[in-house]
């Protein structure tokens, strides 16, 4: 089955910047399948609700949350193994358990689908002022 696993949280200043990583493992493209995917990081802060942060499906679109665009981007290796999120000018606002999810059957924008198929446990990221 499909894993995922985050890295690369802790604790920055206001201002600062971070990099998320997420390896992702054990997925093979099925014939009954379209193939295609769509796969991000999605945040919740306690008492908060999920959202979205930054998706990328299998066409290399990137979505992005208002909250976060300008300072955030998401990205992949060539081997498309680890997916990336990298947070500049981190606001208090942003402090929240970061996951990185995926759906191999996903076609579009999943930016807004808390559906996904898979999950990793989480990655806190916490903003000192």
């Known amino acids: 089955q499909v894993k995922l696993v985050e890295s690369g949280g802790g604790s920055v200043q206001s201002g600062g910047s971070l990099r998320l990583s997420c390896e992702v493992s054990g997925y093979t493209s099925r014939p009954d399948t379209s193939n295609t995917y769509c796969m991000g990081w999605f945040r919740q802060a306690p008492g908060g609700e999920r959202e979205g942060v930054a998706v990328?499906?299998?066409?290399?679109?990137?979505n992005y949350a208002d909250s976060v665009k300008g300072r955030f981007t998401i990205s992949q290796d060539n081997a498309k193994n680890t997916l990336y999120l990298q947070m500049n000018r981190l606001k208090p606002e942003d402090a929240a358990m970061y996951y990185c999810?995926?759906?191999?059957?996903?076609?579009?924008?999943?930016?807004?689908?808390?559906?996904?198929?898979?999950w990793g446990k989480g990655t806190l990221v916490t903003i000192s002022s």
């Open positions: 990328i499906d299998s066409d290399g679109t990137k």
């Open positions: 999810a995926a759906d191999f059957s996903f076609y579009g924008n999943c930016i807004n689908y808390y559906n996904m198929d898979f």
